[in-house]
């Protein structure tokens, strides 16, 4: 009995071992894979509130899409879309206003930033005081900005047509203009988005080696020349991110415009965002407006891509 419980003792002990083992492989592969697992929730919220709700405005894009009897129905309609849209008299109009918005908006506020991160990055006294007042436009809600610079656009009674007045100058009707009201919404815009450029323009001038300036300097460089070729060239991949996330900001304005003019007179402001917001809840048109909202999609795209190929450019050449 004794020989054969000393047999049986090794082997009631490899259980545990064994059990062990498993364990052990098991905490392993999950060592080994936990950066994928790590993921999965931020997965389950990509799907959830991304490619789900992206799916479906492809969907509803081809379709048409109403309400009747307190449901929503929807009808399988293939390109039409297309068609509507060729046949819409305010998306030319709205396309070439965009257009002109963004590239005016985004090249004027990326030399403004651009100018002003230079200047304050030279300030020594008060730079705390200047940073923080460039930063206050950004930092009002745009719905904000909008009435108050509608006010100061008024004909009779805005600031702007009164101190031009006091100098003998006849006050414009700046957003009942034709010619003036684009101009003008982007002249907000300058006064609101500025703020963000000289931000990120500000970090990367401050980011830079300053060894590299000195060194320009001391080899008889002027100022105009260091700033040329050693300041501006460092920073065109920071110039590039800005501008790329200015300009995708800049299609989807919608706040400003709404509240200044409401796209007039006529289309003289008209935006495509603007226009798919009509298109959805005043005109009712889902299906037409989810295409209309995929063709901004595109576009966006498109300069997505631009820059990213500009910038791999620049990459490359540094």
């Known amino acids: 009995m004794q020989k054969n419980e000393l047999h049986a003792l090794p082997a009631s002990m490899a259980a545990p071992a064994e059990g062990q083992g ?41 379709s048409d899409v109403r309400f009747e009897e307190g449901k929503l129905v929807w009808e399988y309609a293939g390109l039409e879309a297309i068609e509507r849209m060729a046949e819409d008299p305010v998306v030319p109009a709205a396309l070439r206003n965009t257009l002109v918005f963004v590239v005016s908006a985004v090249a004027l506020e ?3 930033g651009l100018i002003l991160a230079l200047l304050v990055s030279r300030v020594r006294r008060f730079s705390g005081f200047y940073r923080a007042v460039l930063v206050i436009p950004i930092l009002i809600p745009p719905i904000a900005i909008s009435v108050m610079w509608r006010l100061m656009y008024d004909y009779n009674y805005g600031v ?3 101190l031009l007045g006091a100098i003998g100058i006849p006050g414009p009707l700046w957003t009942a203009d034709p010619n003036l009201a684009l101009p003008s ?3 907000v815009d300058l006064w609101h988005w500025t703020s963000f450029l000289f931000l990120i323009m500000l970090a990367g001038v401050e980011s830079l080696p300053v060894e590299l300036t000195e060194a320009a300097r001391v080899d008889g460089a002027s100022e105009f020349q260091v700033y040329r070729h050693v300041i501006i060239p460092l920073l065109r991949p920071t110039i590039i991110v800005a501008v790329m996330l200015r300009t995708i900001l800049a299609f989807k304005v919608f706040d400003q415009i709404f509240a200044l003019t409401g796209g007039g007179p006529g289309t003289a402001t008209q935006v495509i965002s603007l226009h798919i917001y009509n298109v959805f809840f005043v005109q009712f048109r889902l299906g037409y407006g989810a295409f209309l909202a995929l063709v901004m999609a595109a576009l966006i795209t498109v300069f997505v891509v631009f820059y990213r190929w500009l910038s791999g450019v620049v990459q490359r050449s540094m």
Do not use: C, E, H
């Open 185 to 187: 919404v982007i002249i």
């Open 160 to 162: 702007i047509n009164q």
């Open 22 to 62: 498993i364990l052990s492989q098991f905490g392993r592969y999950v060592d080994r894979t936990f950066k994928v697992w790590a993921l999965v929730p931020m997965l389950v919220v990509l799907i959830g509130l991304t490619i789900y709700p992206a799916f479906q405005l492809v969907r509803m894009s081809v």
């Open 110 to 112: 990326t030399l403004l």
